[in-house]
């Protein structure tokens, strides 16, 4: 729509230019000129806000629906596609298609409706002037907004259509919410160690106290399960030096071999860096620095709680195994984990 200004510097604000006088049966408001006041020169006559592209058309105008109604079957279309690649697999190039398809779809039918079937006239209208707009002003202005819906309501095929479309394409849309992943539950509570587990290094094979060397030190994992990410430890021999840690761990180190979660719990980076002269781990991420003779307490940096601690013994065959699962969930802090 197209505004010009009709007032003049000096004039009056009530004052209107040009000369013929708006019947008042005609009473076009909407052109910002009150019944009865003199037509502005500025504002073309014989204006209609109301006609569409295919008003003397009715053939034109079905034909129009069938187009907007076939780019929303392609929408319905892709959209039961994408519910179909979700469940068969969220396969990521396939449900980017269905997506991209459903959207054009969606967006041209709309673009189409507005082209073909609803008033689309470029009308120029008068600005008038700056004083407050009156009553019967603001209520027109309502009325005008209410014609555009006027000519949708005529379309009850295309009404709907669009119920169907946003029924299956709002259906569709909450299938990628599966991509978050199932719920975790207690997952983060537990780790494949568990009694009688036997601890084996990076290539499976099974270890004993012997195999660390005092100040040494060796990742291990639970056996069965070398890929399972929960679940990987630190094996060290921490020689004469007394570890400080709470009586009710008293029996969960083998003399001086005891076993520490390696996940930081901080971000859950590895905290692999062991310095020998003042036995603390370090994790390379983001420097949190933990005390192995105080039980793999933080000492530095961001990480808020201890590493927990594995508790191991020897079987039969004197191999190193778990005596149960961790006490206290790995890795870092989440909602419910509290602290230590």
Same mark, same amino acid.
């Given at each position: 729509?197209?505004?010009?200004?009709?007032?003049?510097?000096?004039?009056?604000?009530?004052?209107?230019?040009?000369?013929?006088?708006?019947?008042?049966?005609?009473?076009?408001?909407? #052109?910002?000129?009150?019944?009865?006041?003199?037509?502005?020169?500025?504002?073309?006559?014989?204006?209609?806000?109301?006609?569409?592209?295919?008003?003397?058309?009715?053939?034109?105008?079905?034909?129009?629906?069938?187009?907007?109604?076939?780019?929303?079957?392609?929408?319905?279309?892709?959209?039961?596609?994408?519910?179909?690649?979700?469940?068969?697999?969220?396969?990521?190039?396939?449900?980017?298609?269905?997506?991209?398809?459903?959207?054009?779809?969606?967006?041209?039918?709309?673009?189409?409706?507005?082209?073909?079937?609803?008033?689309?006239?470029?009308?120029?209208?008068?600005?008038?002037?700056?004083?407050?707009?009156?009553?019967?002003?603001?209520?027109?202005?309502?009325?005008?907004?209410?014609?555009?819906?006027?000519?949708?309501?005529?379309?009850? #095929?295309?009404?709907?259509?669009?119920?169907?479309?946003?029924?299956? #394409?709002?259906?569709?849309?909450?299938?990628?919410?599966?991509?978050?992943?199932?719920?975790?539950?207690?997952?983060?509570?537990?780790?494949?160690?568990?009694?009688?587990?036997?601890?084996?290094?990076?290539?499976?094979?099974?270890?004993?106290?012997?195999?660390?060397?005092?100040?040494?030190?060796?990742?291990?994992?639970?056996?069965?399960?070398?890929?399972?990410?929960?679940?990987?430890?630190?094996?060290?021999?921490?020689?004469?030096?007394?570890?400080?840690?709470?009586?009710?761990?008293?029996?969960?180190?083998?003399?001086?071999?005891?076993?520490?979660?390696?996940?930081?719990?901080?971000?859950?980076?590895?905290?692999?860096?062991?310095?020998?002269?003042?036995?603390?781990?370090?994790?390379?991420?983001? %420097?949190?620095?933990?005390?192995?003779?105080?039980?793999?307490?933080?000492?530095?940096?961001?990480?808020?709680?201890?590493?927990?601690?594995?508790?191991?013994?020897?079987?039969?065959?004197?191999?190193?195994?778990?005596?149960?699962?961790? %006490?206290?969930?790995?890795?870092?802090?989440?909602?419910?984990?509290?602290?230590?």
């Amino acid at each position: 729509m197209t505004v010009t200004d009709d007032s003049t510097t000096g004039a009056d604000p009530g004052e209107v230019q040009g000369e013929e006088e708006v019947p008042f049966s005609e009473n076009p408001r909407h #052109f910002g000129i009150d019944p009865g006041d003199p037509w502005p020169d500025d504002v073309p006559k014989g204006q209609d806000d109301t006609r569409w592209r295919y008003q003397d058309d009715p053939r034109g105008a079905r034909r129009a629906e069938i187009r907007v109604a076939l780019c929303w079957t392609v929408t319905v279309l892709a959209s039961i596609g994408l519910m179909v690649v979700y469940v068969e697999g969220a396969n990521t190039q396939a449900a980017g298609v269905c997506w991209g398809l459903a959207f054009a779809g969606l967006g041209l039918g709309l673009l189409l409706w507005a082209r073909d079937l609803l008033p689309n006239q470029e009308i120029t209208a008068s600005r008038g002037n700056h004083a407050v707009s009156h009553e019967e002003d603001r209520l027109a202005v309502a009325e005008s907004m209410g014609r555009g819906l006027e000519p949708m309501a005529r379309r009850p #095929f295309l009404y709907k259509t669009m119920g169907a479309v946003g029924a299956i #394409f709002g259906l569709a849309t909450l299938f990628p919410l599966a991509s978050l992943g199932p719920r975790a539950g207690d997952n983060l509570k537990h780790t494949k160690w568990g009694p009688g587990v036997r601890a084996v290094n990076q290539d499976g094979q099974p270890i004993k106290p012997g195999d660390i060397a005092v100040n040494g030190i060796l990742t291990i994992f639970p056996e069965g399960n070398i890929d399972d990410a929960l679940s990987s430890a630190l094996i060290m021999n921490i020689g004469d030096n007394t570890l400080k840690v709470p009586a009710s761990r008293a029996g969960w180190s083998i003399g001086s071999v005891v076993a520490f979660s390696k996940i930081c719990t901080h971000a859950g980076c590895p905290a692999s860096l062991y310095n020998v002269q003042s036995h603390q781990l370090v994790c390379p991420c983001h %420097q949190s620095t933990f005390n192995v003779l105080e039980g793999c307490k933080p000492v530095f940096g961001p990480a808020p709680l201890s590493l927990p601690q594995l508790p191991i013994t020897t079987n039969a065959d004197g191999y190193v195994v778990s005596q149960s699962d961790y %006490q206290q969930p790995v890795g870092p802090g989440y909602w419910n984990q509290g602290t230590n």
